[in-house]
């Protein structure tokens, strides 16, 4: 609340962006400071889904969004409901014997279902179709790629090993940290206090899933050479912005654009490639900048700021 009283942060604009910055959120801070291992029985208690009850969402009646927020809101919803199906990936690999996982996992797709029902919930409010009505088509369009991916997790795990987690990990990390860059850069862009105030929910719990992954993957890839090699190579040689394998180029594009476009989008992408950086074993990939700027140069758009 203090911010809201400074002269200097006079601005609605600057205010937004530091009150949804993560690094406003108390937990994440303390976690970061101490660089500490998660706690799991800390986020054991404070797991929950995602309200919106108390939110005006019929305001978006007489005050809606704007189509580009719209297009990102559909993406991002679609992805977190996709998020069941990244966790069939992974119960295939060494994960599902580490009970520090399971239970992680156990809450945190319970949590990203409730991100998906509240952005459904916002796109509703526009009377668009959004949940099962969408995720359905999509799902059954996935095609082959989709049906022999467990296939491919479970073969190359088993040649691995327990080391293999720690790419998972690491993915997961990078995953997080870009989704809740992309929760803050559109909530800047739709400048809409009911979109902030509920992105800013799904920011706080998004933080605790980074310092899951940023901790387990500083953990496995601290303790395996084998483990920082294949991680690096295969962040370098295959990782891809979230949501990229299930939707459209397009679409991808539009969102980097739209959120990652301009010098905010490009200093926030900094930020995470930085975070990646202190990763033992992963200094210098870059990979937030390279997409971004692959992306934009594939299919410009004009990027408006709020
Ligand atoms: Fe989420
Ligand atoms: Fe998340």
């Known amino acids: 609340m203090w911010l809201l009283f400074l002269p200097e942060l006079n601005s609605t604009s600057l ?8 690094i406003f959120n108390p937990i994440s ?5 101490r660089d500490m291992a998660f706690d799991i029985d800390l986020y054991k208690e404070r797991t929950a889904r995602l309200r919106w009850d108390d ?3 019929g305001s978006f009646s007489t005050n809606p969004l704007d189509e580009g927020v719209l297009r990102c809101l559909r993406y991002m919803h679609d992805v977190e409901f996709h998020t069941v199906c990244y966790l069939r990936d992974l119960l295939l690999t060494p994960a599902h014997s580490d009970p520090l996982v399971t239970s992680f996992l156990s809450f945190w797709v319970y949590e990203e279902y409730w991100h998906g029902e509240a952005l459904a919930a916002v796109i509703d409010a526009h009377g668009e179709s959004s949940g099962s009505q969408r995720i359905a088509p999509m799902r ?3 095609g082959a790629k989709d049906k022999i991916r467990p296939y491919i997790m479970s073969l190359a795990s088993t040649l691995v090993g327990s080391d293999f987690v720690a790419l998972h990990m690491s993915w997961g990390a990078v995953n997080e940290l870009t989704t ?3 929760y803050a850069q559109l909530s800047q862009r739709a400048n809409n206090p009911v979109l902030s105030t509920l992105l800013s929910r799904i920011m706080k719990q998004e933080g605790m899933h980074i310092d899951f992954y940023c901790s387990q993957a500083k953990q496995r ?3 395996s050479n084998k483990a920082r090699i294949l991680t690096r190579a295969a962040l370098k040689k295959f990782w891809a912005p979230v949501g990229s394998g299930v939707m459209s180029g ?3 594009a539009f969102l980097a654009n739209f959120l990652f476009g301009d010098e905010f989008g490009m200093e926030s992408v900094e930020r995470i490639d930085r975070r990646v950086d202190r990763l033992p074993g992963l200094a210098g990939l870059y990979l937030l900048q390279s997409a ?3 992306v934009r140069s594939q299919a410009p758009v004009l990027v408006k700021t709020a």
């Open 29 to 33: 801070i303390w976690l970061r400071i």
């Open 221 to 223: 890839l601290e303790s």
């Open 55 to 57: 939110l005006d969402l």
């Open 140 to 142: 059954l369009g996935l």
């Open 15 to 22: 205010r937004s962006r530091l009150l949804t910055s993560p």
């Open 250 to 252: 397009e679409e991808t």
């Open 292 to 294: 971004v700027t692959q």
């Open 180 to 182: 809740q860059a992309g």
